[in-house]
Nanobody
Framework: QLQLVESGGGSAQPGGSLRLSCKIS????????VTWFRQAPGKEREGVVC????????YYIDSAKGRFTISRDNSKSTVYLQMTSLKPEDTANYYC????????????????WGQGTQVTVSS
């Protein structure tokens, strides 16, 4: 079965909030850096935010800074993406992906992927 499963997507108004969850298999969670990617129709998949394992260092693309927060709940083997001040351009299918230890924004660096959860921001 899947080692990563996303949930929490849905519809929001501009300026609204959503929290996405990525439940990760315990077999890989402790040694995994996790990136949230997103892909809009006709667009390439892009990394949005990432958190390392171990040191917990976080990375954000400019458009996410100040609006999105990535966090880990080790007791639940879950990584969250808290999104606030949502904009229509945030509309995309959001995927979480895992690789060993250290963050990457490159999709080719990731070994494990969830199936995605849709986020739609419109008024």
């Amino acid at each position: 079965q899947l080692q990563l499963v996303e949930s929490g997507g849905g519809s929001a108004q501009p300026g609204g909030s959503l929290r996405l969850s990525c439940k990760i298999s315990e077999a890989i969670y402790g040694t995994s850096a996790v990136t949230w990617f997103r892909q809009a129709p006709g667009k390439e998949r892009e990394g949005v935010v990432c958190v390392n394992s171990g040191d917990g260092f976080k990375y954000y693309i400019d458009s996410a800074k100040g609006r999105f927060t990535i966090s880990r709940d080790n007791s639940k083997s879950t990584v969250y993406l808290q999104m606030t001040s949502l904009k229509p351009e945030d509309t995309a299918n959001y995927y979480c992906a895992a690789r060993r230890d250290w963050c990457s924004g490159r999709k080719g660096d990731f070994d494990s992927w969830g199936q995605g959860t849709q986020v739609t921001v419109s008024s």
